[in-house]
């Protein structure tokens, strides 16, 4: 475990990209990181202990976590969110104090750091203009689920899975990203289909030279061929 005063220093440029936290002062991060502490999770750990994430609060650092739900009867999964670093959770949790009826799955070996749940609450207490900013990143998770669940309603996989690589692609680099090497199964999971189903629509993209898939890496070769093909398939609808 790291000492806690170290932390900032460790994550400084994480941190201080966070939505959350982007705009804190020196003194108001030395007060925020004295209840926290690293945690490490191996690749592939799965968290099903509601009560974990109900009086704990965490900020990724690095790694990926998907948080998902699943069907027990069907074993269906659909992925809410695919969170990275500088994303934080349970902020369900930490808002109206109830458990939260998902599951978390590490993608990656994941680092996180950890604080108590009730600290974070007498924080905000103590720093009542941080509510704001807390408000405003729960709305940007709202649209989130608003945006998903309209696409899963009035889209259909197609358009679904072009939208999703549009939305990761880093357009400066013009590379994929967070999703670029997500096996089929995960990627249908983000966009409520099946591996057999996404996989035909990943060949399709293959052939029509917008993709390259190699190595479980997927990259973009010409993003000009995906917004083209996005556009002719909301011209169908």
């Known amino acids: 475990m790291v000492p806690n005063n170290s932390l900032f220093d460790k994550y400084k440029t994480i941190l201080t990209r966070s939505d959350l936290f982007h705009d804190l002062s020196g003194n108001e991060w030395q007060e925020l990181l004295c209840n926290f502490h690293e945690e490490e999770w191996p690749k592939n750990s799965c968290f099903i202990n509601y009560q974990k994430f109900l009086f704990h609060f965490y900020i990724i650092v690095s790694g990926r976590i998907k948080m998902y739900?699943?069907?027990?009867?069907?074993?269906?999964?659909?992925?809410?969110?695919?969170?990275?670093?500088?994303?934080?959770?349970?902020?369900?949790?930490?808002?109206d104090g109830s458990k939260h009826m998902v599951y978390y799955e590490c993608l990656d070996?994941?680092?996180?750091?950890?604080?108590?749940?009730?600290?974070?609450?007498?924080?905000?207490?103590?720093?009542?203009?941080?509510y704001h900013t807390f408000l405003t990143y729960a709305g940007k998770m709202m649209r989130t689920l608003e945006n998903n669940v309209s696409q899963l309603i009035f889209t259909d996989i197609s358009t679904r899975l072009l939208k999703l690589?549009?939305?990761?692609?880093?357009?400066?680099?013009?590379k994929l990203e967070v999703i670029n090497d997500l096996p089929n199964k995960e990627i249908a999971n983000l966009i409520g289909?099946?591996?057999?189903?996404?996989?035909?629509?990943?060949?399709?993209?293959?052939?029509?030279?917008?993709i390259k898939v190699s190595r479980n890496q997927m990259e973009i070769k010409d993003i000009s061929i995906l917004l083209r093909e996005l556009n002719n398939q909301q011209k169908k609808f």
């Not at 690589?165 to 013009?174: P, R």
């Open 193 to 210: 289909s099946t591996r057999a189903v996404v996989n035909r629509h990943i060949q399709k993209l293959k052939r029509n030279g917008s």
């Open 109 to 130: 070996d994941t680092m996180v750091l950890a604080a108590p749940m009730e600290f974070i609450r007498e924080w905000l207490k103590k720093n009542p203009s941080r």
């Open 69 to 95: 739900q699943s069907d027990e009867l069907s074993e269906k999964e659909h992925t809410l969110f695919l969170l990275k670093k500088g994303d934080v959770f349970d902020l369900f949790c930490l808002l």
């Open 165 to 174: 690589l549009l939305s990761n692609v880093n357009y400066d680099s013009k």
